[in-house]
T-cell receptor, first 118, second 111 residues
Framework: AQTVTQSQPEMSVQEAETVTLSCTYD???????LFWYKQPPSRQMILVIR??????QNATENRFSVNFQKAAKSFSLKISDSQLGDAAMYFC???????????????FGKGTKLTVNP | AAGVIQSPRHLIKEKRETATLKCYPI?????VYWYQQGPGQDPQFLIS???????DKGSIPDRFSAQQFSDYHSELNMSSLELGDSALYFC??????????FGPGTRLTVT
């Protein structure tokens, strides 16, 4: 079974600064997807960014980028120019690719609570 | 853009009662997933449907059942409610094999 580990229960960053959230995962599959979801106080789950395991290029979405290290099974999220609205719980998630024939459920880490200080 | 719709948004039930949660996926999304998020926890997968057939099952209690209808909406039925069932229940939808988009959730409180 796949597992996802987020070792930082809480992180804080100054507004306009950069912060990196860590995520590691364990799997025996070769093809899969990784995601970062944001959950603000409203509790809505918002997709931030996704990475396909077969792609060597790290995904970026505006101020959000990832550092995907497949061999190390590491998938960190970097938030640049942090804004007050970035304050939220961030969940790292794993999903098998359809080619693996397994479940397409999301497996989540425990989350990292990000505080942005003005 | 259309999003996943869940109803009701809030539900208060007493122990041993029954609850029904509804989910309306994004148009043309043929896969629906249900997740349960307890207080301070990460979301846990319950069950999924693809083209109205159950496609996967997670740690869903036997007291819970779900189905997907011909119009692709899904319902999660929960019977003999327990205090521990109090949680945020998410529905997510996706086109098969692509990313899942979550609804706003239904907050269930069992008293």
């Amino acid at each position: 079974a796949q597992t996802v580990t987020q070792s930082q229960p809480e992180m804080s960053v100054q507004e306009a600064e950069t912060v990196t959230l860590s995520c590691t995962y364990d799997t025996s599959e070769s093809d899969y997807y990784l995601f970062w979801y944001k959950q603000p106080p409203s509790r809505q789950m918002i997709l931030v960014i996704r990475q396909e395991a077969y792609k060597q290029q790290n995904a970026t979405e505006n101020r959000f980028s990832v550092n995907f290290q497949k061999a190390a099974k590491s998938f960190s999220l970097k938030i640049s120019d942090s804004q007050l609205g970035d304050a939220a719980m961030y969940f790292c998630a794993y999903r098998s690719a359809p080619t693996q024939g397994g479940s397409e459920k999301l497996v989540f880490g425990k989350g990292t609570k990000l505080t942005v200080n003005p | 853009a259309a999003g996943v719709i869940q109803s009701p948004r809030h539900l208060i039930k007493e122990k041993r009662e029954t609850a029904t949660l509804k989910c309306y996926p994004i148009p043309r999304h043929d896969t629906v997933y249900w997740y349960q998020q307890g207080p301070g926890q990460d979301p846990q997968f319950l069950i999924s449907f693809y083209e109205k057939m159950q496609s996967d099952k997670g740690s869903i209690p036997d007291r819970f059942s779900a189905q997907q209808f011909s119009d692709y909406h899904s319902e999660l039925n929960m019977s003999s409610l327990e205090l521990g069932d109090s949680a945020l229940y998410f529905c997510a939808s996706s086109p098969l094999g692509l990313e899942q988009y979550f609804g706003p959730g239904t907050r269930l409180t069992v008293t």
